[in-house]
Structures are given as structure tokens and as C-alpha cells.
């Protein structure tokens, strides 16, 4: 594994899961594969979850993690080559990559999109630039169009809370927001469901919120909400706006809150949620308070799935020197 | 030691200041109990001495600290049950408290009162969720109405700097600022000077600035400044806005600043302050500039108490596991 | 080294490249020098290369970095002595600087001029107060005035890329920019090159752009650009503001901007900036892409200069105690 940006970076999502379930088992199994390595740990946008599970896998490996935070507007970064900087943006990336390169063995970042421009956006600029520029792997900790990470902890705890002898049956279900999120956790998590293949994947959405169909190929796509729904073992449940209109957030007729009633038409399924969850916007109360929640057995497995992926991110350097 | 929240939390005072001033000695004697451990230290308000002092503590028994500085903007925690969350909260302490409990082996956090709302600031709601939901135990950086490592580095600076063989007489004495600070530190010195019990124990204050009667009880409440610090041998200087007319600060007759001229009442009395202080207007300079001055030790030994708190905290896991 | 502020703080200058250069060769030759030391980094403003190369410095001499992000306006720190403290600052430096020097074996501090009033800045009251009252060797990660861990991470860069047997000429050239920067990097520069005195050194600027003459004494110093480039073998492209008139930014006739062209004057000479630079504003992007350019090596070579001025303020410390 070079770098990790997207489920194209893992060479088989059930090795990489059995490594995020091994470290599980046993955290401290490798903790001295990371002596004398650094992790830079650079946000550009905010982190809970991500930036403290990594910093915890980091540290189970022995490896150094150093935190950079810093705002979008703190450290404007010109990403377009051959312009004049003579407006607000303070520092080119290709000057600033190879310094991190410099620092750091391996370069893990966040960044949000804008929401206002699909193309830029969806070119993730930032992290080809990175990826050209700094000299070594680059770990996605969350990019405008993908999460891979979050995606890689959701299909383990589905699998670890998985005991039939069948494929489930898992839907992806768009719930309502109060402002426009990202498209990144449901483009990864289909993206990642579909490279898989152990698992009937659905997603339904009401009409005008389709994600980019790059990332849907071989999932089914139903508009309506209880029809998909029916005999679900899993629900993922999660806000996004509009990738069609860019951004927007176009009026929904009918209820997409997941609550208890609708959950009576799966196959007593399990509900999953990225976190932060709106409760009784996105999900009920007593759906995420009821045993069918898993949503802080995904958080707390970011912690294995980022040390699988942070070792294996080691043992590819190792190999080079 | 479960958690540490306020002096009730603390089986027997001067045990813990023995284990303290055992750590000021020896601050390495116990380097290896923390190890493995991790401690998260959230901030929802800034702070100095008491980030730098407890990161310094974990360290020197060998716990990883991780510092998760979020303003009370940067993450609004919703912390009542029930709600709709469709406005500015974006997150349950429900949904974070468990998942913070399987990042971390402690979580230590300090947040501050709105100071709008007495019933609501004195209910502790987030520490009360936190304990009950996270799972592991929690550790107070100052809450809105108590600061218990404060009070118990001001008690080990009283106890170090006392050689007579007589109780000292000790004076808690509001006084001026230039906008309406919380109760903590006065509320948590009292509760822990009380149940200590080695010390005469004095406050003074303007009426309209009496502090809620629970944390005061035992205390000697003089409203003359003058006749309180007669003969006093520790003044403790400090202001708070008032409890009564909630966050407000009615107006106050006199000069209420300590003073050489004030400080010549005294036995020669010690002069404290939980820093930051606004010199000049708190205390004199003179004072603040004087051999009297007690401050800087109290900040020092921020450390040993917490690091104190931290190993019989740590002995607490390690008995449950 | 008792504190390091100045090139006057260095013995001498090539012993300290010797030492920055055998930690580039070994970097983990001295991991022990450090062990149980802690170097507390205080940043009244931000920082990128100079805290991430600090934090890996002191990482690689075994210490605890511990780093403390404080923005000027989060913490308003009062310098003037006697002053009645009923503003907007919060603490005195007096009160704040032991309580640093008590919890921190070597502090190092970040903070930038107000570039309102010249005096102010250049009396580095900051700095000289935490030098009087820490009682701990202080570092400076850039003053008002000066950049000491960049000057000698300069001059590393130029004595590494040097392999002729002659004196080296090295241009300091004044650029153009959108906004007022300090003059502490060519301050500095100008500083450490005459007191290195292996090169022969020329600035030059427009007018009304001339630097203190304190530190440039013993420079060559021109206003025509392209006279000052002729044959130089390196040239530092740098903007600052007017010292004279203090923080102003005068009308420049003429185009300054460093491009291919001006460089044909040279002796192929190699490029320096010491980052973030504004790309076709102060340098054109062709020599930034060319093989000329040393930037990135003089950024990756902040952490051996930190490292021996490290290692040679914790032999200080051990030779104290």
C-alpha cells in the first residue's frame, strides 16, 4: 500500500479488515514497527473521531504522531499552478509539500470540499498535489469526495456483527439535515460496499440527491424508502446534498428520519451512523439508544482500521529503504 | 479514587497531599504505572496552568496524554435528553461520551459556566452525562462551579509553607475585577478547606457576593475585609461574580484590593492567587513582587496534585481489570 | 548556550554548523541527551516549518515537546511594568513567566511586531522578560527583530551547496510583496552572515528600505538590483517593510521581482527563500521549479539547526545541575 486515498489504494478489503481485526485482538502486537517514524496529522477542516483514533492507532504502532491543525482560512494554500499570489492564499502546495515530505515518513490529511464547485471539488486537487509533490504516502483523513477510513471501521463492524451463514442485506439510506454536508461517507461507503462484494448493497435516496455514479456502479438504487428498507439487516443511515445541483439541498416530500416504525419492515437490522448524528432530525432517540445502534462500535473501531492502515502504509517504506 | 470531580471524590485530604508532595520529591517514582494508558484532556474554554501542569503529570507516569482543545463554538455538545437537534448543537454528549471512553483510559475536561443561569451551570450537566455515559473515569480541569485540582495545590502550597505547631487562620477574600468571573475557584477552596479541617477558615466578601451556602458551611463569613484579614497568616485573593443575582456584579462600596497597608492586619500572612491575576486591581503589585507571595508556588504545584489525582485514578483501573 | 536569540548567543558560528550537519548525518546520535527534559513551544502566532521542525528536533534528543498554541488575542499578556491591569490583557508576563519556567526545562516562544511602533518592537520587551523571570534557557522560534533557527538553517543550506575554494558572494534582495511584513528574517540573516564572515555579503533594497544598521554593519550595501546580482553564487529573495518609516510599505519604482532573467546576471547563482513565498510576486515560478532553488532544503534544514541549538541549551542545563 503506497498511499490510502480511496478503496483502489487496498490491495483486498478482507486482509486489510483481518489486519484492523488482529490489532484489535492484540494492539500493542506491533508497537515497534513505527520506532522512529513520524506521522504528521495535518487538519485543514476539524476532527473529532478521526484525528483521535488516529493518533491512538499512531501511537499502538510506536510511531510519533504530530497534530497540525489548521484552519482553511489560517493557512491559505494556492492550489492552481502558474498564478500570481497576490491575493489571500499564502502558500503554494508545491512549496509546502516537499517541506511536510520532509518532516514526516507519512503525511495524513483533512480537507472539506466547498460544496460550490463539483469539478474542483471532485479533482481533489489537494491531495494530488500532495501525492505528486510530498515524496511520501499520503493517508486520507477525510478528502472532499471520499472517507476512507470511516469506511473501512463501518464494513468491519458490520462484519463483526454479522453471525449468519448468508449475505446481508445492507442499505445506505439518505435521513434529513439542517444544512448541506459533504457527499464523502456515501460515495466511500458504496465505493467500498461494491469492491467487497459480500453483502447486498441498496441505496435509496429521494429523487435529485443521486450520488456520483462512479462510486454506485453495482449498488441497486431505490427512490422508495420502505421498499428498500424491507428485510435490511443493516441500515446506514446519512445525510448528503445534492451532487446533480451541486451543493444544494432540494426540498423533500416525506418523512427520512429513521425511526423505530421503519425499522419494523428490516430484518431486526442494525442501524449505523458516521457520527455526528442530529438526533430525531437524521435518527430517533430510541433508535440510537435501543441495542440495534452500532453507532460506537464504528467510532471505536476507527482506532483498528486506521492501525491496519497505518502499518501497512510502514512495512511499504520499509520495503523502499 | 472513581472520579475526581470535587473534594468529595477524595477519600482523605491529607493522604492525598502526602501522595503529592511524595510526587514533588520523587516525580519520577511511579514512571511506569501510566504505561499503556492514555489520558484525553478536553478543553471546551482555554486554559494555561492547567493543560501544561496535568500533561506534565501524565508524563511523568508514563501515560500518553492527547489534548483536544475545542471551543465551546468549535463543538456545540448538545446535553439535553430529548431534544430536536435541528438548530446549533451538533452532537449528543451521548453519542461522544461512549466513544470518547474507547479512545481513552481517563478523560480529563474543564468547561466554564454560561454564568446566565444558575440552575443550569450548577447542575454539572455535562460532567453528570460524561460520567454516566463514557465509562471510564473522568477527571475535572474545572468545571463551572468547582476546581478540585486547584484547591488541592493551593492546600499542598498552605500545608508546605506552615511550620508553626498552632491551626494558621486562613482568609478567603473576594475581591475587585473588571468582568464577572465564575464561582469555581472560591466555591471548590471552600469545600476543600472545610473538609480539610487543619485550618481556621475565614471568607470575606461585599454582601450581594455570598457563595452558595452548601460549599461555605463551616466556613466564618465576615463582610468587613479588615476585621476577617486580622491576623490572618494565608490571605487567599480572588474574585467571582455574584451568586445571588446570578453572573451579575452589583456594585461594591470601599476599596476592596489587597494592599501592603491591608496585609500589615495580618500575621505576616502568605498571599495566594489561583493566576491569572489582574495586577492592580486584584493585588497590589507590591504584593504580587513581595516574598509573601505565594503564586508562583501554587501554579508549581499544580503538577504534584495532579499528578496525585492521575496515579490514584490509574490504581482505580487497574483494580477493576 | 544559555539562551539562544541572537547570533550572540552562538560561540561560534561554524562549530554549530558542525554540530547541525552531524545530526543530519546521524539523527539519533544524541537520543539520550534529552531523556526526562521538557522543551515547552509557546506561539503568540502561528507557525508551520518552525513548530513541526522544533517538535521533531526535540523528539529526535529524546524530549518531551510539549506545544502551546496562543494566539495574541487569546492570551493578552501584559508587558509594561506598574501598569493597573484593568484592560484587555489578562496576565502579567511576570506572574505567567516562572509558572512556564516551572513546569518546562527550556522554553521556546514565538511572536511577531506589531509593526506600529518601532521602539516597541525592537526592545523585545517579550522576550527580555521571560529571559529576566523563567529562570530557564529561552529560545527564540522568531522575535519582533529576529529569526535565529532560520539564519542558521540558512547558512547550513549555503555552506552544504558551496564547493568551490573561494569566498562565496551571497546577495540578500529585498522583493516585492501584498502586505507588511517584519524585517526579523533579513535582520537576521544579515546578522549571522557577517558574524559567519566566510562569504562576501551584499544587500540590497529600493530605497527607504534600509534595515537597522546594527545588523547589517559590515554588509555591502546596494540599491541598484542588477548591479547587486552580478555574479553572485547565492541569492536570498526576502520582502521586509520600511524600518525607517516604520511598517510602511513606500512606493517602489522598478520591478524586483527575482525572474530567470536577473538571474542570467549571476554566477548561476543558487536561490534561498525562506518560506512562505509568494509565487510570481516575489520569485517567478520558473526559478522556484528550477534546479537554482534551495528552498526546500533550507526548510528541511530548520531541524538540524534546532537540533544543536537544542542539544547545546540542554548541556547547559546539565552542566548547571
Redesign the interface.
Known amino acids: 500500500m503506497k498511499h490510502f486515498l480511496s478503496v483502489e489504494d487496498a490491495d483486498n478489503v478482507d486482509t486489510l479488515l483481518d489486519q484492523a481485526a488482529a490489532y484489535k485482538l492484540a494492539p500493542?502486537k506491533d508497537a515497534a514497527l513505527g520506532k522512529?517514524k513520524?506521522l504528521?496529522l495535518l487538519f485543514l477542516n476539524?476532527s473529532?473521531?478521526t484525528?483521535?483514533?488516529t493518533?491512538?492507532a499512531a501511537?499502538q504502532l510506536g510511531m510519533?504522531a504530530?497534530v497540525?491543525?489548521?484552519g482553511k482560512e489560517?493557512?491559505a494554500l494556492?492550489l492552481e499552478?502558474?498564478?500570481?499570489?497576490?491575493?489571500s492564499s499564502?502558500?503554494?502546495i508545491?512549496?509546502?509539500a516537499?517541506?511536510?515530505g520532509?518532516?514526516f515518513d507519512i503525511l495524513a490529511v483533512r480537507s472539506f470540499p466547498s460544496l460550490q464547485d463539483a469539478h474542483q471539488d471532485y479533482s481533489e486537487v489537494l491531495f494530488q498535489q500532495l501525492k505528486a509533490h510530498s515524496g511520501v504516502p499520503l493517508l486520507s483523513l477525510e478528502s472532499a469526495t471520499l472517507h476512507p477510513l470511516q469506511s473501512l471501521s463501518d464494513i468491519l463492524t458490520i462484519r463483526e456483527a454479522w453471525k449468519e451463514n448468508r449475505r446481508p442485506k445492507v442499505v445506505l439510506t439518505w435521513a434529513p439535515h439542517?444544512k448541506p454536508l459533504p457527499q464523502c461517507v456515501a460515495n466511500s461507503f458504496a465505493q467500498w460496499m461494491i469492491e467487497w462484494d459480500a453483502a447486498d448493497f441498496t441505496i435509496t435516496h429521494p429523487e435529485g440527491y443521486a450520488l456520483k455514479d462512479s462510486f454506485t456502479q453495482g449498488a441497486q438504487i431505490i427512490y422508495d424508502q420502505e421498499q428498500a428498507l424491507h428485510k435490511a439487516d443493516f441500515v446506514y443511515v446519512k445525510n448528503w446534498s445534492s451532487y446533480e445541483a451541486y451543493g444544494s439541498t432540494p426540498e423533500v416530500p416525506g418523512d427520512w428520519m429513521l425511526t423505530e416504525t421503519k425499522l419494523r419492515q428490516t430484518n431486526q437490522a442494525k442501524v449505523m451512523h458516521c457520527?455526528?448524528?442530529?438526533?430525531?432530525?437524521e435518527l430517533s432517540?430510541s433508535v440510537?439508544?435501543s441495542a440495534s445502534s452500532l453507532?460506537?462500535a464504528q467510532?471505536?473501531n476507527r482506532?483498528w482500521a486506521a492501525q491496519a492502515v497505518l502499518a501497512n502504509l510502514l512495512k511499504s517504506i520499509a520495503h523502499k529503504s
Open positions: 500493542l522512529g513520524r504528521g476539524p473529532l473521531r484525528r483521535l483514533s493518533q491512538v501511537s510519533q504530530i497540525f491543525d489548521v489560517g493557512w494556492e499552478d502558474g498564478v500570481v499570489m497576490n491575493g499564502v502558500e503554494h508545491r512549496d509546502a516537499p517541506v511536510l520532509s518532516y439542517v457520527l455526528p448524528v442530529r438526533r430525531n432530525v432517540d440510537l439508544n453507532v460506537t467510532a471505536a482506532v
